[in-house]
Structure formats: structure tokens, C-alpha cells
Nanobody
Framework: QVQLVESGGGLVQAGGSLRLSCAAS????????MGWFRQAPGKERELVAA????????YYTNSVQGRFTISRDNAKNMVDLQMNRLKPEDTAVYYC?????????????????WGQGTQVTVSS
């Protein structure tokens, strides 16, 4: 089993920054990629950023390119999402997710371990 716990959400003004953290525990060896997803009211859950557990290229959705940075610390079993120049449209519940399955790491369906989510609200 793998457990994921997010922290770091909150309320921030547009243009501000927040850092989300995801602590992983349990059978970490089974994880091959980690992602941050978000879900706004009435919208589908979308992949915001992803990183392979072994390193290599990262992925960002177009709307956060240049503003968000995903990073991992294998020694601490943590994955962070640094969010800068936040916009009201970034408001959502953010979820940390782990991928143990094969297939495209950019598909939501390939992620099978989820945290409880943390609210990010950006005021205009």
C-alpha cells in the first residue's frame, strides 16, 4: 500500500505564490511517477504537472508552463509543487497522485493512488 498526504494549500492573492507538498509512505518502490492534479468546481480533474520517480523529463499542462515547478526528493519521499504568479483560474482542489501502472504517464487513468486533496484559492 502507498499513502499520500498533501499539505500547503490556502488562500492567496493573484500574483502570489504557494508551495504544495506531498508526503508518500508505504510501498514507495512500486511508484514509477508522481503527478499533481487539480479539480475546479464543475470541471474535470486535470493533470497539472508530473515527474517520473527515477528522474528525467517533467510534464506541465500549458496553462501553468513557466509558473509552476514540480520537484521530487527521493530521500524524503516527497513531491512538491511550487506555484508562482498564481491566477484566479488556478483555484481548485489539488491532488497528489502516484502511478504504479504502465502506459502513458500523462493519463489520469494510469494514476491509482490519490491523496485527500488540498484547497487552493486565488483571489483577484
Amino acid at each position: 500500500q502507498v499513502q499520500l498526504v498533501e499539505s500547503g494549500g490556502g488562500l492567496v492573492q493573484a500574483g502570489g505564490s504557494l508551495r504544495l507538498s506531498c508526503a508518500a509512505s508505504g510501498s514507495i518502490f512500486s511508484i514509477n511517477a508522481m503527478g499533481w492534479f487539480r479539480q475546479a468546481p464543475g470541471k474535470e480533474r486535470e493533470l497539472v504537472a508530473a515527474v517520473r520517480w527515477s528522474g528525467g523529463p517533467t510534464y506541465y499542462t500549458n496553462s501553468v508552463q513557466g509558473r509552476f515547478t514540480i520537484s521530487r526528493d527521493n530521500a524524503k519521499n516527497m513531491v512538491d509543487l511550487q506555484m508562482n504568479r498564481l491566477k484566479p483560474e488556478d483555484t481548485a482542489v489539488y491532488y497528489c497522485a502516484g502511478r504504479r501502472r504502465s502506459g502513458s504517464w500523462l493519463l489520469r487513468s494510469s494514476y491509482d493512488v490519490w491523496g485527500q486533496g488540498t484547497q487552493v484559492t486565488v483571489s483577484s
